[in-house]
């Protein structure tokens, strides 16, 4: 029961990771985390992680899909089983989502919001409410509650009455959206991860020369911290003034450079040359904002440089227009050895060379 997030890698984690190879000194820096799907993978494969995103909701949902039993115990509150089973058996209250985001919204703006009947957007509310009285008596690790909060995104996004993402709501109910919210324990792996996880912009995260760094950017104008508003607000529990017909919070301070077409390639560019690794595995794809030549050209005086075509892959489309466009896309991995790192024989800002 994922996320379906624009841009997923869920499908190609596993290519993606034998590009990386095995884990060997340094971290493996999943910089633009989204759902984890990637960083995931490489903590299953035994590599020390950190994940990074503008997001506060996409690092817990990454944080989810990278921990294992050794790093949540709750042991303040019972396990975490009796963790589930007692946010799942807390009565809803009207707090901030209910107010918002079903239709008891009709009361205040006019505007009937289906994103939750207003049963289940309650109990997201008592829900949400309960993690933070845990949080703030001191009864959870950060990691701990970050997990409670990606396993209560998931709840919500289970019973969302949306077509894919929260950039509007459907007039009709679907099935899923009249079920009950509930909130599942995950089954987490038997490992501890060595685990970092950062809210922040791209260009800020700390990498040493001994890192890989996974670089997964936005690559059309969809905007994540708009079209994924309310799993922010959840995630937030905070009560926002929002606006127009979908209750959008304020989004705009993280919108990001890689989502203009006229900003995409300088910001990609600046990114990459000026990033320390090891090596940088820069994900993009053919319906991306930049043509691949342009990117490949662009990023040839960053070192070593090669381009690897990743299967085709079916994905998610948030739209019919999207949909209409074909159902398949063409995903490729840019890898780069920054020069200087690993290949001593080639002269500074050594040629790019494609290789499909
Ligand atoms: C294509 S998605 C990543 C998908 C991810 N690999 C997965 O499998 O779920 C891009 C992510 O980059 C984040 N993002 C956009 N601009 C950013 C920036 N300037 N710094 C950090 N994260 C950013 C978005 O919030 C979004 O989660």
């Known amino acids: 029961m994922g996320v379906r997030y ?31 799907s990637v960083a995931g993978e490489a903590a299953s494969r035994g590599w020390p992680v950190t994940i990074n995103d503008v997001l506060p909701s996409a690092v817990a949902m990454s944080i989810g899909a990278t921990v294992g039993v050794g790093n949540v115990s709750f042991e303040m509150i019972g396990g ?11 009565p809803g209250y009207s707090g901030f989502l209910h107010a918002e985001y079903s239709p008891a919204s009709v009361a205040r703006v006019q505007v009937e919001r289906r994103y939750f009947t207003e049963h289940n957007a309650a109990r997201l509310d008592a829900m949400r409410g309960q993690i933070q009285i845990w949080a703030d008596a001191g009864f959870l690790s950060w990691v701990e509650k970050e997990l409670l909060l990606a396993d209560l995104l998931q709840a919500a996004n289970a019973v969302a009455n949306i077509s894919g993402t929260y950039g509007c709501f459907l007039k009709n109910w679907s099935v899923n959206a009249l079920k009950d919210v509930e909130v599942r324990e995950r089954s987490l792996p038997r490992r501890t991860t060595d685990l970092e996880a950062i809210v922040g912009d791209v260009s800020r995260v700390p990498t040493t020369t001994e890192d890989t760094v996974y ?34 919070r304020p989004w705009k301070d993280k919108a990001s450079d890689f989502s203009y077409k006229s900003r995409a390639l300088g910001a990609l560019t600046r990114l990459v040359l000026g990033m320390t690794a090891r090596r940088i595995l820069l994900s993009y794809s053919n319906e991306g904002h930049v043509p691949q030549t342009e990117l490949f050209d662009a990023l040839a005086d960053a070192g070593t440089v090669t381009l690897h075509e990743m299967k085709t892959i079916g994905r998610y489309r948030p739209n019919a227009q999207a949909s209409a466009a074909g159902s398949t896309v063409n995903e490729y991995v840019i890898e780069i050895i920054p020069s200087g790192v690993g290949v001593l024989s080639l002269p500074l800002g050594g040629r790019a060379e494609a290789v499909a």
């Open 215 to 248: 670089l997964d950017p936005p690559y059309t104008k969809r905007q994540y911290s708009a079209y994924y508003h309310v799993l922010e607000t959840i995630h937030a529990g905070d009560a926002p003034q929002v606006g127009g017909v979908t209750g959008l």
């Open 80 to 90: 975490y089983r009796a963790a589930i089973r007692a946010l799942n058996s807390i």
């Open 6 to 36: 624009i841009g997923s890698k869920a499908r190609v984690a596993d290519a993606i990771l034998d590009l990386a190879g095995g884990p060997g000194g340094g971290r493996f820096v999943d910089a633009f985390a989204g759902t984890g």
